[in-house]
C-alpha cells in the first residue's frame, strides 16, 4: 500500500530559522508592536539561548522582509506588517504633491475614528492608565509651550493599541510612518498657535473620558470632532504651502 508514497526527508531547520519563525509570529500577534524597539544583540541573544551569529542572520533575514528595521548601532526597531507593494507606492504618492498627504490624511481620518470606538469596548484598566498618563504630558506641554507633537502621536497610538486588533495596529502604523514628517512639519507650523492646542488638549481629553467610560458612541463622535479639526488645519496649512 505504501509502496507508491513518495515520502520527502524531513530537513532539520536551521538556528535562524526558528528565530525568525518565532519572531514572525510575535509581530503577527501583537507582542512586539509596530515601532518597538529589540533588545540589544547580546541579551536577545541570552534570552533566545542562541548565538549572535545566528541572530544577526536571522535579523537580516527579518530586514529582508520587511518586518524589522536595523539602524545605526545595531539598534532593531519592529516594523509594520504591511507589503513593500503597498508602503513604497504610498510614500511616492504622498511625496508628489500636498492633495494628496490630505488624501492620507482623510484615511488616517476614518480609521481613527473606528479605533477610538473599538478602543473604548476594549480598552483594559491598564491602556486606560496609560492614556491618562500620556494626557498628563499633553497637559505640562501646553503649560510649559511646548509643541506636544510626540505625546499627540503617542495617544493615538496607544488608542489603536487599545483596540486589540492587530491588523488594525500595524495598517495604522504605516499611515503614521508615511505622515510622519509631515505631521511634524504641521506641528512646527499649522498648530504654533497657543489657543490652536489647547483646542487640541480638550479634545483629547473628550476622547479620553469617552475610552475611560467605555462608550464608543460618544469616543467615535469626540474623535471625529476632533479629526476634522486637524483635517481642516492641516488642510487650510498645506495649501498655502502649495
Known sequence: MTNNIRFIAIKPKKISEEI?????????????MPGEKLPPERELAKSLNVSRVSLREALN???GMGLVEIQQGNRTFVRPMTTRSIHDPLVSFS???PSNILKL????????????????ERATSEEIKQLEKILKEMEEDLKRNRLGAKADLDFHSAIVGATHNEAYIHIMQTLYDLLQEELRIAYGDIFRKKDKRKKLLVQHQNMFKAIRDHDPEKALNEALIHLCFALETWESGLMKKS
Do not use: D, M, P, T
Open 95 to 97: 511625496k508628489n504633491h
Open 105 to 120: 490624511l482623510e484615511i488616517r481620518k476614518y480609521l481613527e475614528i473606528g479605533s477610538a470606538s473599538l478602543a473604548a
Open 20 to 32: 525568525v519563525n518565532q519572531l514572525k509570529a510575535l509581530i503577527s500577534q501583537g507582542k512586539l
Open 61 to 63: 533575514i527579518l530586514q
